[in-house]
């Protein structure tokens, strides 16, 4: 059977519970049309490029799939028929991911990272010093008011 990486977007308000529900629902999807669900990743609340349908955030989650191209097409049906999904991409794959996706190796490298004591404390900033890499340039309260005709 052929692989494929299913990637939707559910809407905002959403809990991560009705998510999880949720993918559990799509993934009956392709076990009742003899399609297997190799793995699931959710990526969480994340920050959208753009407004989508006025959501500004979305729950990103992914399926990898081995499935027959009908399942895959049920599964699109009832994806886009769901409310609570915003967007979603189906994507035929080669072979299937062995390892964590980017976007996980990302959350695990934040983890590991943690609070960064190499930055220094923004609080401690001199507020007098000229700010930048333009120490000739007036600060904004010493320019002249600008007069608009």
Not at 9 to 32: C, W
Not at 112 to 138: C, H, K, L, N, Q
């Amino acid at each position: 059977m052929p692989f494929y990486e299913h990637v939707f977007l559910a809407r905002q308000d959403l809990a991560p519970a009705q998510v999880e529900t949720m993918t559990e629902a799509f993934g009956k999807i392709i076990t009742d049309n003899s399609g297997n669900i190799a793995g699931s990743e959710y990526w969480g609340l994340r920050t959208l490029a753009y407004r989508i349908a006025k959501n500004r955030k979305a729950h990103y989650v992914m399926l990898s799939l081995d499935a027959p191209a009908p399942a895959i097409a049920e599964l699109e049906r009832q994806v886009g028929l769901n409310e609570d999904v915003i967007r979603y991409m189906t994507v035929r794959v080669d072979a299937l991911p062995t390892e964590p996706s980017a976007m996980m190796k990302r959350g695990e490298r934040e983890r590991e990272r943690g609070d960064r004591g190499d930055r220094p404390d923004r609080g401690d900033r001199d507020r007098d010093a000229p700010r930048g890499d333009r120490p000739d340039r007036p600060r904004r309260e010493d320019r002249p008011a600008r007069a608009f005709a």
